[in-house]
């Protein structure tokens, strides 16, 4: 997700005494803590049927879609992170992976949505299903 570029999460609690220079009160205003609730994972580019086939025993898993874009393919896992609170603030802010700590909010997912630089986008199963059968005519012949 290029906006995403960097499509990591971050969060910045503008509460906290080494909350680092941003615009701490713009993820204020992000009530969804929208780059909380996911992580991606970069994949081979699929080249053949076996690929497709193993991309499509992954999608097959619940919260799990993928996706193109410049940088290349990318499995999207919508699970939100489990130190995020209710409240949207990180519980381990302190101690937070340095992904955390280094994604800036400058220009976000509040700004765009990451799904506005995807080339492609599988939202699930079906419909990277639905991609393999247009893509290889004989897909379903054995
Ligand atoms: S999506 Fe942007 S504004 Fe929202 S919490 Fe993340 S960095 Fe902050
Ligand atoms: S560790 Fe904190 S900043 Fe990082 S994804 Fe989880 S809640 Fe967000």
């Known amino acids: 997700m290029s906006k995403p570029k960097s499509y ?12 680092h220079s941003g615009d701490v009160e713009k993820c204020s205003r992000c009530t969804g803590t929208i780059c ?9 580019t ?15 898993h619940e919260n799990i879609q993928a996706y193109k874009d410049e940088d290349g393919w990318f499995l999207l896992i919508n699970n939100r992170c489990r130190f995020l609170g209710k409240d949207g603030r990180c519980g381990i802010y302190h101690s937070r992976p340095d992904v955390c700590r280094e994604y800036s909010n400058d220009y976000c997912e509040l700004d765009e949505r990451a ?28």
């Open 36 to 44: 909380c609730t996911y992580t991606t994972q970069a994949v081979p």
């Open 46 to 60: 699929p080249r053949g049927r076996d690929d497709f086939q193993h991309l499509l025993w992954q999608l097959a």
């Open 8 to 19: 990591i999460p971050v969060t910045i609690d503008p509460h906290a005494s080494d909350a």
């Open 115 to 142: 799904e506005d630089n995807f080339e492609l986008f599988f939202d699930g199963y079906e419909s990277l299903l639905a991609y393999c059968r247009k893509r290889y005519k004989n897909w379903d012949q054995k």
